[in-house]
Every structure is written in C-alpha cells, then in structure tokens.
C-alpha cells in the first residue's frame, strides 16, 4: 500500500492503529514539496515482506532532465536514528553531491518500535530492499523520473544502515556505484547473539564496487569493550576478506569519536565524488564503468599511503583508496578528522526583502559545506544565521546534525528578520556564506 503526503490525515489514523507506529517526534518530518517526493508503506503481514512502515522522502535536482543515479543516506537501528532519517534528503551538502552528479537522494525512515528486532529491516531480505525498489518505481513516477529505477545507486548507511547498504551492495553489485559503511558491516558469519540474523556470502562481482568502512576509533579498535567493540572486528573481517580477491575496499578509522558519526562527510563526500566520477555512465542504460586501475592508491591501517604500484606491502592487505586527492585527505582524517578545504563557497544569490525580513539561496560548499551566513546592512554586520551554530557530533552547521548525519528540526531557514532596521530607509543587504573551515563567499 502506498500513502503520498496529501492523504496526510489517513496517513496518521492508519499508522497509530496500528501496533507497529512510531509515537512522536518521530512521526514528525519537513513537507514534501517539489524538489521533495516522499511515499509511506504500512507494515506487512506476509512472509518475507517487510514487518514495520517506512517512508522514503527524495530530493530531485534543479535542471536535471534524466538522472544519472541515486545515493541513498540510510540512517540505523532505533526510534532515535529513525528520527534522524525524517531529514536526509534535506542535507544541503550531500544535496550538493547529488547535483553535480545528476543525481536523485534519497532517504528512508523505517519505523522500527523497541518490540521489534532491528534485522528485520536492515536485512534487506526481510522484505526492506524490495521496498526500496518499489519506491524508486513510485516515486519516479511521481517526480516525472521513471528512470529511477534503472539508475546506479550510491549507498551511505550508518549502524543496521550500514548493514543494509553492505547487503545491498553484496546483493546487486552491478547495481551499485560505491558504497560507505559507517560503522556496521554485512553478516559474513552466524552471530550467536542475533540468531535470526542470516550469512551472506561475497560475490565475485562485488570486488569491483568501491566500498570504505568507517568507523570509530571506541568501537573495537583502541576501546576493547563495551556496546560497540564488535564493530572494528567485523569490519576488519569483510575488508581482509574482499582485499584477500583483490577488491576495492578501504577503512577509515575516526579517532575521535564512538558510534556517533562526527565529521565522517568530509571524507565520505569527496570519496563518493572520484568514485561516482569514474564509474557513472553518461546514461543510466549504459552500464557501471570500472573505477581506473592505475590511479588507486594503497594504505596501511597505520596511516601512510602510497600510489598502488609503489605500495611497498602486499597489496591483498591493503586499504584501498581511489585517488591521490582522497588519499590526503584519508590520512588527515586518521590523524584528526580536520580535512581543509582551499576553495570558498558559492555565493548566496537571490537575496529578497520583504520590510524587515531577509531571505537568500545558497549551494552548499561540496568539499566542507556551510557553517553559517553572515548578513550585513550597508556594509556593516548585523548578525549571523544560525545566531550560534553548534554541532555536539562535529564542526558547527548551517543545519546542525543528527547522531546518523542528518540535520536537525525544524530545519534552518535562509532568512534573517532585521529587528534594527530603520523605518523609511532603504538599506542595502549583503548576505556571505561561511563554510566549515571558515572561508567567505566574498
């Protein structure tokens, strides 16, 4: 059954009567209004099929008459990180990826109650991965974008999300573009712990997707313990077990943080960027193009990388990166997370004023994103939006950001109200960009 946003009112008289809705905030998500597409499912009772709602919500780009793909930002486990799925395909700058690529975001949120295991959704087999695919076919009707469901896709997934964009790649690897497993990885091997949880092996053609696995330093690998310790373990597994073939798979270890992302995008972004740049077709019928043999590099756990063909090492125990950019900006990562960004961001454009209130437009930065706007009146600063941007997961934006990535409600508008404006004046306004290094539009 597909629900779209206007049946609003059915929408939420179906969900609360049934066993399987989520309770508030976590019912609570933007509008969806053109460039913004969302379809809801209810919860199946056959078997297979999936056991609880979901909604996927989608981002079209401006100006884009055939898609060339589609990333998907999958958040995790839990009410929380269901939450946190209501706003991913409102992110600015993973929106900004998708532009330059020609290509859709898109964003679940499964509507997991605490009564229900989580690997009922992040197996895909569990009924989730054909929801997904009937929500390409649906929303591209919707979009006027039928090729949705023949584009590539590029798969980010935190946590159960990681487990489901690992399954999913090992599932359709000529399918998928690249994928980014943020702390979480496929089920290689019977977890005693999650029974119901199936093995799934590797596919020969799966070592041709580029795929990083990414997570916290406190998850397994300097923290021996705790909630998350088996995180690095099974990640070390399926990234020697894919190099052992000779597949494309790195690691990236944040030395920050635990299961919260943190500043994870300002390595992911860059990384999906040479990866979709080397793999996408001109035309999504055309099919995935392999990534260039001779511009990889090759790394080690211990944070040095080499070109592939000067990689001192054996190459089967390598981490595999996609170009020598990327690979800088990986071992800063490993270092400190602090990746720079030499280039200043789009400049704001179609500044409007309406009396006291100022309204803008504005790209995001693609290597660092927005921190924040500066606005000035004749010349003179009269204030920032946000007043004072924070972000307890990482650098300070322009959107905040959520545990799995996403940013925060209400979402941050562009707009400024000039409380000091003079009546009978007709001041000049000034609106500049900040991005996350704190480099000016202008």
């Known amino acids: 059954m597909t629900i779209r946003l206007g049946f609003t009112f059915l929408l939420l008289v179906i969900a609360y009567s049934s066993g399987y809705a989520q309770q508030p905030p976590y019912d609570v998500y933007p509008a969806a209004e053109t460039p913004y597409y969302r379809v809801r499912y209810e919860a199946s009772t056959q078997p297979g099929e999936l056991s609880m709602p979901v909604k996927y919500t989608i981002w079209i780009p401006s100006g884009v008459d055939t898609l060339r793909g589609v990333i998907v930002h999958q958040h995790g486990c839990g009410e929380g990180s269901c939450k946190s799925g209501l706003t991913g395909a409102y992110d600015l700058h993973w929106q900004a990826l998708a532009q330059k690529h020609r290509c859709a975001l898109m964003a679940p949120s499964y509507e997991q109650p605490k009564e229900l295991e989580c690997i009922l959704w992040c197996d895909p087999r569990n009924g989730s991965g054909q929801a997904f695919q009937n929500a390409l076919t649906d929303l591209g009707q919707m979009s006027g974008h039928p090729e949705l469901t023949k584009v590539p896709w590029a798969l980010w997934g935190h946590s159960g999300g990681a487990v489901w964009v690992g399954t999913m790649t090992l599932l359709y690897p000529d399918q998928v573009a690249a994928t980014w497993l943020r702390s979480g990885s496929p089920v290689l091997t019977p977890l005693p712990d999650h029974p119901s949880a199936k093995v799934i092996e590797i596919p020969s ?50 030395p920050l943080t635990g299961h919260q992302c943190g500043n994870q995008r300002y390595l992911a972004i860059p990384w999906f960027d040479a990866c979709l740049s080397a793999r996408l077709p001109q035309h999504y019928s ?61 400049i704001p454009t179609n500044i409007q004023v309406s009396g006291q209130m100022i309204r803008w437009e504005c790209d995001a930065d693609l290597e660092s994103g927005i921190a924040h706007f500066i606005i ?67």
């Open 205 to 254: 053609k799966a070592h041709n997707v580029p795929m990083m696995s990414n997570l916290g330093t406190e998850e397994g690998y300097t923290v021996k313990e705790g909630r998350f310790a088996k995180v690095w373990p099974a990640a070390q597994q399926f990234w020697k077990t894919v190099r052992s073939d000779g597949g494309l798979f790195g690691v990236a270890i944040d």
């Open 286 to 346: 055309q099919p995935l193009l392999n990534m260039p043999p001779d511009q990889g590099w090759l790394a080690t756990i211990e944070g040095k990388a080499w070109p592939a063909a000067a990689f001192p090492g054996d190459d089967t125990e390598a981490i595999w990166l996609p170009g020598e950019s990327v690979a800088k900006a990986w071992k800063v990562y490993m270092d400190n997370t602090e990746i720079s960004d030499a280039t200043p961001p789009p």
């Open 376 to 442: 000035l009146r004749d010349g003179e600063e009269i204030g920032t939006v946000p007043e004072n941007p924070t972000n307890r997961f990482g650098r300070p934006l322009f959107q905040g950001l959520q545990y799995s990535d996403t940013p925060v409600q209400p979402l941050q508008k562009m707009e400024y109200y000039d409380s000091t404006a003079t009546d009978g004046n007709s001041p000049t306004y000034q609106v500049i960009a900040v991005n996350t290094v704190g480099l000016q539009s202008n």
